[in-house]
């Protein structure tokens, strides 16, 4: 099982490839509730992806109605700066799913009231208004995997022995 990133209707095509990459590193899966405001075929989206498409799963359903009907009964967090507690005081599970809403008008209101007790928010400063959307996914998503211990993640690195140019700084370290 993995998490499981939503998007309701995403305007910009370079946070949702970002979003892909962050999903395809850590398992996630993506989900894609329609209209978008760009097509899949976007050279940004792919751009913004990189040559991480081939490890992430997406998928698409064409409104609100049908993703919620499918996953009937499923854990939900709906993220959003209208919740009443930050998203590091939810209890998540493998598999949870993740709800974001588009860049430009978050989730609609009439969802939020009937999920009310599910919605999350990242503290911020009340003069701003948001975090930019795939920054708020990603700082989500890892709580989450935090809490369920980075399940089937890795880590540790390790450095690859490659050689690079002297940096002047190296002397200050």
């Known amino acids: 099982m993995a998490m499981n990133i939503v998007l309701v209707n995403p305007e910009i095509p370079q946070n949702t490839g970002n979003i892909a990459r962050t999903c395809a590193a850590t398992g996630a899966m993506l989900h894609l509730i329609e209209p978008l405001g760009f097509s ?7 751009r913004a992806g990189l040559d991480y498409w081939w490890l992430m799963q ?4 064409p409104c609100l109605e049908d993703f919620l009907r499918e996953h009937t009964g499923a854990r939900m967090h709906f993220a959003t700066t209208k919740a009443p507690r930050g998203y590091h005081q939810a209890e998540y599970r493998d598999g949870d799913f993740l709800v974001f809403g ?3 008008r978050g989730l609609p209101e009439n969802l939020l009231e009937k999920v009310y007790d599910r919605c999350i928010r990242i503290p911020m400063r009340t ?3 948001s975090l930019n959307l795939s920054n708020a996914v990603a700082v989500t998503l890892y ?3 935090r809490q369920t211990d980075f399940a089937g993640l890795s880590d540790q690195g ?3 022995g490659r050689e690079e140019q002297a940096a002047p700084w190296l002397d200050y370290v």
Do not use: I, N, Q, V
């Not at 075929?41 to 792919?46: A, T």
């Not at 997406?58 to 359903?61: D, G, I, L, N």
């Open 58 to 61: 997406y998928r698409t359903y």
């Open 40 to 46: 899949l075929d976007s050279k940004y989206l792919k």
């Open 158 to 160: 390790a450095l690859t």
């Open 102 to 104: 588009c860049e430009t």
């Open 127 to 129: 003069e701003a208004r």
């Open 143 to 145: 709580e989450a995997l």
